[in-house]
Structure formats: structure tokens, C-alpha cells
């Protein structure tokens, strides 16, 4: 089923902490799993991707894990900041489809 | 580049009304795809256009719903007529080929209907 299921919903941590963020898919022809940030008042915006074939990607603070036995990724923020407060989205690509998007986690980290 | 531009920004209209929504998508990009944001629904994808051509517009919600591309660089989404269940932020967003994955958004047109 074209689907990918995200949680949590909500998140809080505290300044330093380690969010982390996961979802789950069941095709397993997509080739890219993307994603994406959106802070209050603006449009969804890329933050990283990974391909199938890769177990895990690093850009700055933000790691995803991709497990492909489980069929399961996650992002993780290292020394999460206020300024990451803001709504994170999983996603999923195949070729020649629009992306599947996962629900949405609105992550609040607290100073 | 000026990124995907949408107008109206805010949109606030009585029920019944038509409501026009467009878009202008980043030079060069092939797709384009409407989004509707609630809430309770989270982040829904209406229709999407390849090369101009509606590929797949089964998220769109019923028939008061139509969305055009006459060309490459414009795209509008209406509704006629408007419900008050139909208020939501609306986003554009469009996509090239070098990086399939990467969807450029809008900033979105938050809709009201009163």
C-alpha cells in the first residue's frame, strides 16, 4: 500500500536533547526516502535524503537511519536548538509519482 | 530564482463563493502539484501535472474542485462553491529532474470560508 507512517505526532525536548522521528513504509520500490521541514507560516522545505541502498546519511545535526530489512527510517537531531521547533515530514518517492508525505511530528525544543 | 509564487496569500470569502487559487512554478521544472494543509488532515496531495498534463488528481476532493495548467509556468486550483470545510492552507509546489525527490513549495494561500 502506498502509504508511510510517521510518529510521533508531537515531540518535546529539551535544548541538547536528541529528537528522533520514525516511520515506517511497505513499497518497497521507492528509491528516495526525503525529509522535509516546514516552519509556521511557510511551505515544506527538503532537509535530507537517503536512498534504499544507504544505512545512514549525516548532514550537520540531522542523521537519518534507514533500516531496510524493517522497512523503517528516522531522523535524529543532534544538539537539537529552539530554532529547530518546527513541523518534520517523512516522505517517500518512487519514480515517475508524486512523494507520499508520513503525517507530520511538530517538534518543540525548549531553551 | 523566486522560488514557486502563489497568489492570493490570505483569501477570506462567504460560502458559495468561487474561489480562485494560482500559482507560478520555478523555471524549468517539469511537474507541479497542488497540496491542501488542515490540521486534521495533515498534508494532502490534490493533483499533480507532468509536462503540463494531470497525471493524477485523485486527491481531489469532489467535482467543486478543477485545476488547470495552461503552460509551463501556470497553474491555477478552483473551487466553486466554497464550503466552510473547504478552508485550509493551500501550497504549490513544483519539482525538476536533476533531484526527483525535492519539491519546491510555495509559501501557500491561506483560505478562509465564512
Known amino acids: 500500500q502506498q502509504q508511510v507512517k510517521q510518529s510521533p505526532q508531537s515531540l518535546i525536548v529539551q535544548k541538547g536533547g536528541i529528537p528522533i522521528i520514525n516511520c515506517a513504509y511497505e513499497n518497497t520500490a521507492f528509491d528516495y526516502f526525503p525529509w522535509y521541514q516546514q516552519f509556521p507560516g511557510k511551505g515544506p522545505a527538503l532537509l535530507i535524503a537517503?536512498?534504499?541502498?544507504?544505512s545512514e546519511k549525516k548532514e550537520g545535526r540531522f542523521t537519518i537511519s534507514f533500516n531496510k530489512s524493517a522497512k523503517q527510517f528516522s531522523l535524529h537531531i543532534m544538539d537539537s536548538q529552539p530554532g529547530d521547533s518546527a513541523t518534520y515530514f517523512c516522505a517517500a518517492y518512487q519514480a515517475g509519482t508524486a512523494l507520499i508525505f508520513g503525517k507530520g511530528t511538530t517538534l518543540s525544543v525548549s531553551s | 530564482d523566486a522560488g514557486v509564487i502563489q497568489s492570493p496569500r490570505h483569501e477570506v470569502t462567504e460560502m458559495g463563493q468561487e474561489v480562485t487559487l494560482r500559482c507560478k512554478p520555478i523555471?524549468?521544472?517539469?511537474?507541479l502539484f497542488w497540496y491542501r494543509q488542515t490540521m486534521m488532515r495533515g498534508l494532502e496531495l490534490l493533483i499533480y501535472?507532468?509536462?503540463?498534463?494531470?497525471?493524477?488528481d485523485s486527491g481531489m476532493p469532489e467535482d467543486r474542485f478543477s485545476a488547470k495548467m495552461p503552460n509551463a509556468s501556470f497553474s491555477t486550483l478552483k473551487i466553486q462553491p466554497s464550503e466552510p470545510r473547504d478552508s485550509a492552507v493551500y501550497f504549490c509546489?513544483?519539482?525538476?529532474?536533476?533531484?526527483?525527490?525535492?519539491?519546491?513549495f510555495g509559501p501557500g494561500t491561506r483560505l478562509t470560508v465564512t
Open positions: 537517503i536512498r534504499p541502498d544507504v
Open positions: 509546489a513544483s519539482r525538476g529532474t536533476l533531484r526527483p525527490y525535492e519539491q519546491y
Open positions: 523555471s524549468g521544472h517539469n511537474s
Open positions: 501535472f507532468n509536462n503540463n498534463v494531470p497525471i493524477d
